[in-house]
């Protein structure tokens, strides 16, 4: 099992461009999580899903969008992208709402 | 809502020697807590979960977390740390039906030869 795999692993964006940041899991896992860490933040929640087709936001969603149209993937879209954005994202699922995460290894983003 | 609160940013500690990381939560509701591990250019991985039953909890790489309700705490201990273990480390608390795990800042562990 590949697990959670994300890609880039690493993209440098111009103020104002868009992006789409990939998540894919083998797992078949219903509950997908989108995460932003910055230096001595922690992780913030961005937008998760309990299931295809069901997303809501976390703490910070403002300037990203999601979607699920699978139980595999849940993608993640920067609209005009802004250095408050430059961050390292992790996706991650979970078998159910009490479950450990499973991690992807990161997108590291830089908008400039 | 519920919070996470890791008392120290950076912590320490000579090789072979024990350490303790504490973390202490908030919530209105039962919880489950976690401990994950973050190498560098890494993601984070479970060290342990804490769901119900008993309080101490074991995990991998020798690590322990007791989970102690009247003071809302989850500290992650080990007897005897190793160079490997210089990391940073992440308590995390769900709570309710849908899980939207709260993390803490994070822990850097420094372990000195």
New interface residues.
Partial sequence: NAG?TQTPKFRILKIGQSMTLQCTQDMNHN?M?W?RQDP??????IY?S?GAGIT?K?EVPNGYNVSRSTTEDFPLRLELAAPSQTSVY?C?S?L??????H????TRLTVT | AQS?TQLD?QVPVFEEAPVELRCNYSSSVSV?L?W?VQYP??????LL?Y?SGSTLVKGINGFEAEFNKSQTSFHLRKPSVHISDTAEY?CAV?S???????????TKLQVIP
Avoid: C, E, H, R
């Fill in positions: 959670v509950y999580y995460y001595g933040m922690g992780l913030k929640l998760y309990v809501d976390g992790f991650a979970s159910s709402y009490n479950s450990p995460l991690f992807g290894n990161g | 996470v940013s489950y976690f994950y250019n890494q993601g984070l991985q479970l979960k769901l992440f769900g309710g039906g849908y899980q939207k795990v709260t993390f803490g800042i994070g």
